[in-house]
């Protein structure tokens, strides 16, 4: 097992990307706190890891119901799983803060204008009244910046401010499992762990 396992997961992460043939290759299911103290899950995109930090992050509206869960109680697990590499499972555990704005623009900025149009208009997880009503905003929106209705459905970015409700969560990976599917059963599972604010890993087998 390596003293680390930082190395594997950017390994995994940069094989999906380039050979899964999936959509989504980076999609991982986000579990949140929810106020009620039951559990919360979504999908989510994984848009930034760093060796460096040993941090996985992704962007939403910071008043959705996942942003709200998350301020409320900053900690979260993400899994992924590629069966295209004959099964393989990523667990990851943490603590979570806010993304630095200036990494967050950065971020915004390669997004498509439509995307970024919806990250200005919509009210993330509240009661949509009319089916158009985003549609109506994205135009009103796309006319403030200058842009015309082709805007919506742009795929190339568009010289627009990422808005202040809008941006990303990062985790700070204290706890991974790496599990990858076996003959009748007989799985691998390789659990990392480390305590806040340590710098070191301790590493286990565990049972399938």
């Known amino acids: 097992m390596d003293a680390t396992p930082l190395d594997r997961i950017a390994a995994w992460l940069d094989e999906a990307q380039a050979r899964s043939g999936r959509r989504n290759p980076l999609a991982m299911a986000l579990a949140t706190t929810a106020e009620d103290g039951l559990p919360s899950v979504r999908m989510v995109l994984a848009k930034g890891f760093s060796r460096d930090t040993g941090h996985i992050s992704f962007y939403t509206?910071?008043?959705?119901?996942?942003?709200?869960?998350?301020?409320?109680?900053?900690?979260?697990?993400?899994?992924?799983?590629?069966?295209?590499?004959?099964?393989?499972?990523?667990?990851?555990?943490?603590?979570?803060?806010?993304?630095?704005?200036?990494?967050?623009?950065?971020?915004?900025?390669?997004?498509?204008?439509?995307?970024?149009?919806?990250?200005?208009?919509?009210?993330?997880?509240?009661?949509?009244?009319?089916?158009?009503?985003?549609?109506?905003r994205a135009a009103l929106k796309a006319t403030e910046y200058g842009l015309d209705a082709d805007a919506l459905a742009a795929t190339q970015p568009a010289d627009i401010p990422r808005p202040p409700h809008w941006g990303g969560f990062q985790i700070r990976i204290e706890r991974v499992e790496f599990w990858t599917e076996g003959a009748g059963r007989f799985h691998e599972r390789v659990l990392y762990t480390r305590s806040s604010g340590a710098q070191g890993w301790q590493s286990t087998r565990l049972q399938p």
């Open 61 to 136: 509206h910071y008043a959705s119901r996942k942003g709200e869960e998350l301020k409320a109680t900053p900690h979260a697990a993400v899994v992924m799983y590629w069966e295209e590499f004959g099964g393989r499972q990523l667990r990851i555990e943490g603590p979570v803060t806010r993304v630095p704005d200036d990494v967050a623009d950065e971020y915004f900025a390669t997004r498509a204008a439509a995307s970024q149009l919806n990250a200005w208009v919509s009210e993330q997880s509240q009661a949509l009244a009319e089916d158009d009503l985003l549609q109506q």
